[in-house]
């Protein structure tokens, strides 16, 4: 059964700091997998998409990573803003399904 | 167009009343989602339709819940005798099946509180 983890499950950080979010995931055999950003009490936007033949995608200050033998993959932001405090999901597509398996997130919070 | 659109974005109702909500996905896509999110936790898929076809339900989906896309573009979910379990954020999302990543777009969500 597929199980998606995030650490860390909070993070604080001063204004400008780049930061490194983890998701890892127990089995290696994924279609794709997404990364979201969530605001408290509202829906997810979608940020970055990786297929699994791909290692990386890059949008702006995001870039995200996919080690798939290993079941990780990270999302690097550069120069955080306070903007950019949210909860941040990463999810996957198992082969054979069009559902998404969650993390249970890790929120972000940049101070000023 | 402007995205995912859900109704209502917020819903009170007494346990044991039936509820309903809707879902329109963007125009051109015909897969659409429904996930359910408690607080703390991330999205549970609930179920999928490809057009007006319900091709996967999860087990999470008891038989007090009911999914429905008639014409394969607006969805509606059901709640029959809501329980206080029911307490959740509804999220719906859709993406497009034509070649490509099958992005999946979401919605702002229903937030269901029984009380």
């Known amino acids: 059964k597929q199980e998606v983890t995030q650490i860390p499950a909070a993070l604080s950080v001063p204004e400008g700091e780049n930061l490194v979010l983890n998701c890892s995931f127990t089995d290696s055999a994924i279609y794709n997998l997404q990364w979201f950003r969530q605001d408290p009490g509202k829906g997810l936007t979608s940020l970055l998409l990786i297929q699994s033949s791909q290692r990386e995608q890059t949008s702006g200050r995001l870039n995200a990573s996919l080690d798939k033998s290993s079941g990780r993959s990270t999302l690097y932001i550069a120069a955080s803003q306070p903007g950019d405090s949210a909860t941040y999901l990463c999810?996957?597509?198992?082969?054979?399904?069009?559902?998404?398996?969650f993390g249970t997130g890790t929120r972000l919070k940049v101070l000023a | 167009d402007t995205g995912v659109s859900q109704d209502p974005r917020h819903k009170i109702t007494k346990r044991g009343q039936n509820v309903t909500f809707r879902c329109d996905p963007i125009?051109?896509?015909?897969?659409l989602y429904w996930y359910r999110q408690t607080l703390g936790q991330g999205p549970e898929f609930l179920t999928y339709f490809q057009n007006e076809a319900q091709l996967e339900k999860s087990r999470l989906l008891s038989d007090r819940f009911s999914a429905e896309r008639p014409k394969g573009s607006f969805s509606t979910l059901e709640i029959q005798r809501t329980e206080q379990g029911d307490s959740a954020m509804y999220l719906c999302a859709s993406s497009f099946s034509g070649g490509g990543a099958y992005e999946q777009y979401f919605g702002p969500g229903t937030r269901l509180t029984v009380t």
């Open positions: 125009s051109e896509h015909n897969r």
């Open positions: 999810a996957v597509r198992p082969p054979g399904t069009y559902k998404y398996i």
